[in-house]
C-alpha cells in the first residue's frame, strides 16, 4: 500500500508546468482555464450542460486545471473526477472553509431555490 507522502509526489507530477512557453489560455486569466488556475485548492461547485438542457453538477475541491479540463477532488468520496471545461455553464467558489463542517454555503438548498418573483 502505497504511503500518504508517495501518492502527495504522484499528484505533484501530475500538475500542469506552466513556464513561458506555456499556450496563453493556461496564463492569461482573461480565459477561463488561466483564472481557474489561480483558484486551485478552492471548494468549489461546477455547473456542466449536458447536451441541450440538462444541467449537472460536481462539488469538489479544485486540483489542476489544464486547457481542456478541470480536475475535483470529490467531497462525497475523495475521488478525482476529471471534467470537460467545455461543457461547464457555471461555478460557483467558496470563499468559506470546508474543512471540519457541513454548514457550509456550498451544501445548503440556497443554490437550488427560485429567485423572488418581481425584483
Do not use: W
Amino acid at each position: 500500500m502505497a504511503s500518504v507522502e508517495e501518492n502527495k509526489d504522484k499528484r505533484g507530477d501530475r500538475n500542469v508546468t506552466i513556464d513561458q512557453n506555456s499556450p496563453e489560455i493556461l496564463t492569461n486569466s482573461i480565459y477561463t482555464p488561466a483564472f481557474l488556475r489561480e483558484q486551485i485548492g478552492k471548494l468549489m461547485r461546477v455547473e456542466f450542460l449536458i447536451g441541450t438542457n440538462n444541467l449537472t453538477d460536481r462539488i469538489g475541491v479544485l486540483e489542476d486545471v489544464g486547457a481542456s479540463y478541470i480536475l475535483l477532488r470529490s467531497v462525497e468520496s475523495d475521488n478525482l473526477v476529471y471534467c470537460d471545461i467545455y461543457s461547464i455553464k457555471f461555478i460557483t467558489i467558496s470563499s468559506n472553509s470546508f474543512y471540519g463542517t457541513m454548514n457550509n454555503p456550498m451544501f445548503s438548498n440556497r443554490f437550488y431555490q427560485q429567485p423572488p418573483m418581481g425584483f
